[in-house]
């Protein structure tokens, strides 16, 4: 294969999305100059579009912004505020929607057991899944994967010693180990273009349901907060171990359906780099941080029961709405060229 | 790498064997595998369908009554 060095592209940033209810109208609002939101959290549908996005647009001010917003509002405390009080909302939800405990290797042995015949979106892609699925499944996980890791490296801070150069040594896998070309979120883009969708950041914010937003948001609540640190391994973990019989089975899905290289090769690449990520998650990460710290192993738990949670929440959403012949997105794709 | 650092090598006991890259892997066929990663995991249960390389095969798996 010959490859020569792209030339280096300037991105726009991406464009503000359209707001879906109150509190998303309210921050958007903000961000075009407004005044401060006059609208409250409290009584929102946690899991909700309008919660969900008002919380993603806050977040996003942390990685790459948008498009005619100003920088510094990244950190404008009307818009601290007004998110501290959609994460209340949020993360009151999630705590209450989930057993806790504090029995890691319960957790991890519940996550890593196969079980045959299982359904989910992965299960049937390998099975039956249709190309037009296929497309939308990868412009529902553009979300995360085209800032892979980006939501994990917050915590590096807040680790020490074994835990933190364990996960390191993970994300630096994932951002390519030190080639850009490699970068995980780059090789997901470079599937998007072989699918014919667009690779650019945020280009189907406007698209994604819920559900997708509320997983990211997790990764970026989790990330953000120290207090949260256990949670976001406990998050971190779950991807990881979780990745590899998922990724076989779209790489299945991926043959089945005649799909170029990029797209077979993104998830054969995570079968075999999550093998790894798994045992290094967790023995070098989870065991070291819980050893050092035991009261981690509730916020490991939750972190671990949260993100499957959410994953199962997202996977009920896009088999409802395939089930029924309908796009998964909140708007249809257009047609692959 | 400097040379007083010493290859390492984790036997996890339940998984796979976790050797710090990039490693040739030479097969009783005479095939070469070759690896490029920073850590490769060595399956050694034979289970994986990317045999030698892990591609988490050696879990449980939970019986159900429905077959895929």
């Not at chain 1, 249709?130 to 995360?144: G, N, T, V």
Request: contains cysteine.
């Amino acid at each position: 294969m010959t490859t020569t060095a792209p030339a280096p592209v300037r991105r726009a940033r991406p464009a503000l999305p359209r707001a879906r209810g109150p509190l998303s109208a309210a921050v958007l609002d903000l961000l075009r100059g407004g005044a401060a939101p006059a609208v409250g959290a409290t009584g929102a549908d946690p899991f909700g579009e309008d919660l969900q996005l008002a919380l993603y647009v806050c977040y996003e001010l942390h990685y790459r912004g948008f498009a005619g917003v100003d920088d510094e509002l990244e950190w404008s405390p009307e818009l601290l505020a007004f998110r501290r009080s959609l994460e209340s909302v949020f993360l009151a939800a999630l705590r209450g929607a989930v057993p806790g405990g504090d029995d890691v290797a319960a957790e991890i042995a519940s996550l890593v057991t196969e079980v045959p015949g299982e359904r989910g979106v992965s299960h049937h892609l390998r099975r039956r899944g249709e190309p037009w699925q296929f497309r939308e499944y990868i412009a529902l996980r553009s979300a995360y994967h085209l800032k892979e890791a980006d939501p994990q490296a917050w915590v590096i801070p807040r680790l020490d010693g074994h835990a933190k150069a364990a996960l390191v040594s993970v994300e630096h896998d994932e951002y390519g180990a030190g080639r850009g070309e490699l970068m995980h979120a780059r090789l997901f883009g470079d599937m998007m273009l072989e699918l014919g969708l667009s690779d650019e950041y945020g280009a189907y914010l406007d698209a994604s349901p819920a559900q997708v937003l509320a997983e990211v948001n997790f990764m970026s609540l989790a990330g953000l907060h120290r207090s949260l640190r256990g949670a976001l391994v406990g998050q971190f973990a779950v991807v990881e171990l979780t990745s590899s019989p998922g990724s076989a089975r779209l790489v299945a899905a991926a043959q089945r359906l005649g799909l170029g290289p990029a797209t077979v090769g993104f998830y054969a690449e995570h079968v075999e780099a999550d093998a790894v990520h798994e045992q290094v998650v967790r023995h070098g990460i989870i065991a070291p941080l819980v050893a050092e710290d035991p009261a981690m192993a509730a916020d490991v738990v939750f972190g671990m029961q949260a993100a499957t949670l959410l994953d199962d929440r997202l996977g009920e959403h896009v088999m409802a709405a395939w089930g029924e012949g309908r796009s998964a997105l909140v708007r249809e794709l257009p047609p692959a060229p | 790498m400097s040379p007083e650092r010493a290859q390492r090598v984790v036997v996890t006991g339940d998984g796979p064997v976790l050797v710090e890259g990039p490693v040739e892997i030479d097969l009783p066929d005479g095939t070469r595998v070759l690896s490029q990663r920073p850590v490769t995991a060595l399956c050694v249960c034979r289970r994986s369908a990317r045999y030698p390389i892990c591609d988490t095969s050696h879990r449980t798996r939970k019986k159900t009554e429905e077959s895929s």
